[in-house]
């Protein structure tokens, strides 16, 4: 499991725990989705199907999502709304492209996913929460 914090000014900050989304590691997703706001599942385009189990955990448990297709050399890039179709994804749900590798590209995939959460009526942060 990866552990890493963001601060985004003096009054929010982002904790990141991240863990691999094979099926054996299901116990500790769930225990991850406990008071976590939403999450970022990083799918691979060559190991596609890898994201169901993960993405259908999230549901399960009502927990917001945005996916971010990571983009490696090697990788065949498909059509947003082919991935989305594949995926299955609520035409809502927030589906970005990212490269891992590059902070800037990981910082945009978790700002798609901050607004999504701050668009989200589920979530009502206090005013002084993100000034």
């Known amino acids: 499991m990866d552990f890493g914090r963001l601060t985004l000014n003096d009054r929010l900050v982002l904790y990141l725990f991240g863990a691999p989304g094979q099926q054996r590691f299901t116990e500790l997703w769930r225990d991850m989705t406990r008071g ?4 970022l599942v990083l799918a691979d385009t060559r190991r596609l199907t890898q994201s169901f189990d993960v993405i259908g955990l999230l549901e399960e448990h009502g ?6 297709i990571n983009q490696f050399d090697d990788a065949p890039e498909h059509d947003l709304g082919e991935l989305r179709e594949a995926l299955d994804l609520l035409p809502e749900t927030p589906l970005v492209r990212c490269d891992a590798r590059d902070r ?10 901050v607004e999504y959460l701050m668009e989200n009526p589920r979530w009502e942060p206090h005013p002084l929460e993100y000034m």
């Open 36 to 39: 976590a706001l939403g999450a």
């Open 63 to 68: 927990l917001p999502y945005a996916v971010a």
């Open 104 to 113: 800037r590209s990981s910082a945009r995939a978790l700002i798609a996913l």
